[in-house]
């Protein structure tokens, strides 16, 4: 039974940083693609990055320069390091797990940013 269970989201000024955790349970850790999407009411689940078991990196637009996605395969955990945070960032982050015959999803995290 794969978990994920994220930690670190809340409330933050515009301007300012939150980091993001998933810790995740099951075997062989780094051979999956994991990933951070994020949902805004009313909004479709939408992606924000993605890393590779080699940690190769992808990001949506709206986050590049803002957002760091990284990894620790020996502690099964991959990270959000979100800096510069704008209103428009305010959403439910979930963690993501991909690869093999299905993909997990996290319970999310709140992230509200204020102006």
């Known amino acids: 039974q794969v978990q994920l269970v994220e930690s670190g989201g809340g409330l933050v000024q515009a301007g300012g940083s939150l980091r993001l955790s998933c810790a995740a349970s099951g075997s062989f850790f780094s051979i999956y693609v994991m990933g951070w999407y994020r949902q805004a009411p009313g909004n479709e689940r939408e992606l924000v990055a993605t890393?590779?078991?080699?940690?190769?990196?992808n990001y949506a637009d709206s986050v590049k320069g803002r957002f760091t996605i990284s990894r620790d395969n020996a502690k099964n955990t991959v990270y959000l390091q979100m800096n510069s945070l704008k209103p428009e960032d305010t959403a439910v982050y979930y963690c993501?797990?991909?690869?093999?015959?299905?993909?997990?999803w996290g319970q999310g995290t709140q992230v509200t940013v204020s102006s």
């Open positions: 890393v590779t078991g080699g940690g190769s990196t």
């Open positions: 993501n797990r991909h690869g093999g015959s299905r993909d997990y």
